[in-house]
């Protein structure tokens, strides 16, 4: 059986990174305009540098929580991809090793031309300055507004070969990612794992766990579990 996990902000909010924006459309006292935007990047390259090392420092202080460990543990028993909208490597360092981050990465940063290039910033610092091996400066890796969503279409190929899709952390209200949930195929079992329950998603026959990620991902895990049948195959 192949589960894919839809992850957002939620799942990781429990280990306390902070979610993308508060009510008040801010990004940790920041408007995502100017730290989140390749204009910003142009505009203010010393800003968007020490938002995002801010942000890395706070990553390294975080550790994966109970949903987390869940998922990686699953892995040993059945065939898990996970679709991440989080930025944050919480779901590696829990065990998970089939990973797609749709957003980008913050520990790496990456050339701005087209080489490929990627570097791991193990320290959580990136400086001013830095350059690929090509020349090309070094920006972070991270999909910002505006910037189209490169991992997008094998993220449609892996949710329309889903047997089970499991929605964690997220509102389902940011797209491209939010779309995801129309190409799960016919026949797909979907829960979603959120404490604010979406009632017109119930009426759609979506299995609904309202609660929070570390305890409501266990017990979607184990209807899924339930639902399916314990066997299950790796790939």
Same mark, same amino acid.
């Given at each position: 059986? /192949?589960? !894919?996990?839809? @992850?957002?902000?939620?799942? #990781? ?32 390259? *010393? ?5 995002? +090392? ?31 909208? %989080? ?18 990465? &913050?520990?790496?940063?990456? #050339? ?8 791991? &910033? ?6 001013? $300055?830095? /350059?690929?091996? *090509? ?5 972070? *890796?991270? !999909? ?15 949710? @329309? ?7 964690? $952390? ?11 949930? %129309? ?10 794992? *959120?404490? +604010? /329950?979406?009632?017109?998603? #119930? ?10 990620? @570390? ?21």
């Amino acid at each position: 059986m /192949r589960i !894919v996990v839809l @992850s957002g902000a939620g799942i #990781s909010a429990e280990s306390g990174i902070r979610t993308f924006r508060d009510a008040g459309g801010l990004w940790e006292g920041h408007r995502i305009e100017d730290v989140a935007t390749p204009e910003a990047w142009q505009r203010n390259p *010393d800003m968007v540098l020490d938002f995002y +090392n801010q942000r890395r420092l706070n990553l390294l202080q975080s550790h994966p929580n109970a949903a987390h460990l869940a998922l990686a543990e699953l892995e040993k028993t059945h065939e898990v991809h996970i679709i991440t909208q %989080n930025v944050d490597d919480l779901h590696e360092r829990a065990g998970s090793t089939k990973i797609l981050h749709l957003h980008g990465e &913050l520990m790496y940063a990456r #050339s701005s031309g087209e080489t490929g290039f990627r570097l791991r &910033l193990d320290d959580g610092l990136m400086h001013a $300055g830095m /350059r690929c091996p *090509d020349g090309f400066p070094l920006r972070p *890796d991270i !999909v910002w507004f505006g910037e189209p969503v490169p991992m997008m279409d094998e993220a449609i190929y892996l949710t @329309s070969k889903a047997d089970a899709l499991l929605i964690v $952390g997220t509102s389902l209200e940011v797209y491209p990612a939010a779309g995801l949930l %129309n190409f799960a195929p016919h026949g797909c079992g979907i829960w979603l794992v *959120d404490p +604010n /329950r979406h009632q017109e998603k #119930s009426a759609q026959g979506i299995r609904c766990i309202a609660e929070p990620a @570390s305890s409501g991902v266990p017990k979607a895990i184990a209807e899924i579990k339930e639902f399916y049948g314990k066997a299950g195959t790796h790939s």
